[in-house]
């Protein structure tokens, strides 16, 4: 939906009086998996953006998968009365989120969360967490099938012991986290 520029006018602020800047986040959508290119043509244009990505942990011996955190979306800093135009038009933007026919900023706190939380790259590592007395089963790897129960961290964040029945007895293993699922009990 296109809006017109004179809906889109802000009511003046004290900042904006003052000579400061009027420049607020805002959510842009891309085009179908094109949050990157978007983000690319828009900075090219001298706007700032945020592209909140996680890397997903998969199986053992395979690279960590980097995919945006909102697929779909990204953030957009701007001064909506005089850069609307140039956002909207940019090479895989696909429209502004708008109530109506305006878009609406999102909270300072909020893209301060997110910022925070992804730190200096942008990007969030999800590890499954598991914490001691939860029951899990091994997925992959020569323990594969076996079920235990996880007795605390091991050293490194990326391995947990876990307490097993083998060959009849009760054993502590530590096994990397992404070889294990929760198991609900």
Known sequence: MLIDDEAIQLQPDEDAA????????????SKPRRETFAQQQLV???VETFL????EVSRLGCEPSVVPLFPGYLFARIDLGTQYTSVIWAPGVSSMVAFGDVPVPVEDDVMSFLQERCGDHGLIVARPSFAAGDQVRVVDGPLEGLYGIVQGNASGHDRVRVLMELLKRRTQ???????????AG
């Open 44 to 46: 090219r244009r001298g």
């Open 18 to 29: 003052d000579g400061g800047s009027r420049e607020l986040w805002y959510v842009v959508k």
């Open 173 to 183: 293993v530590t096994v990397p986290v992404e070889m294990l699922e929760s198991v």
């Open 52 to 55: 909140p990505r996680i890397a």
